[in-house]
């Protein structure tokens, strides 16, 4: 599984991007997609994830308090997150990631993930 993120870039507080991954994959739809970031100097963490086949269920952090919203489309084999009120505290590179099946609770860890991106840059400024 080869995952290719996009849509990262600079942007002003309170502002919005969308980050877009495309997966190379025949059976998309058998795999939860998951959103991470890392920001400089700090550990990697969870941010967002939907989990297999339809993509009914969604998983946020406590930070994303409503203002992202992650989605998916097996039809075009991409997972996609809409970021909206982009704060500062925002800046980082987003990873998206992939595994088979999975559901719930357990989506938040990056240990759960095979698969993974090469990572898109967002920067927040003031």
């Known amino acids: 599984v080869q995952l290719q993120a996009s849509g990262g870039g600079l942007v002003q507080a309170g502002g919005s991007l969308r980050l877009s991954c495309a997966a190379s994959?025949?059976?998309?739809?058998?795999?939860?997609l998951g959103w991470f970031r890392q920001a400089p100097g700090k550990e990697r963490e969870f941010v967002a994830a939907?989990?297999?086949?339809?993509?009914?269920?969604?998983y946020y952090a406590d930070f994303v308090a409503g203002r992202f919203t992650i989605s998916r489309d097996n039809a075009k084999n991409t997972v996609t997150l809409q970021m909206n009120s982009l704060k500062l505290g925002d800046t980082a590179v987003y990873y998206c990631?992939?595994?088979?099946?999975?559901?719930?609770?357990?989506?938040?860890?990056?240990?759960?993930?095979?698969?993974w991106g090469q990572g898109t840059l967002v920067t927040v400024s003031s």
């Open positions: 939907v989990n297999w086949g339809s993509g009914s269920s969604t």
């Open positions: 990631a992939a595994r088979i099946g999975g559901y719930g609770s357990g989506l938040g860890f990056s240990s759960e993930y095979r698969y």
């Open positions: 994959v025949r059976t998309f739809n058998s795999y939860a």
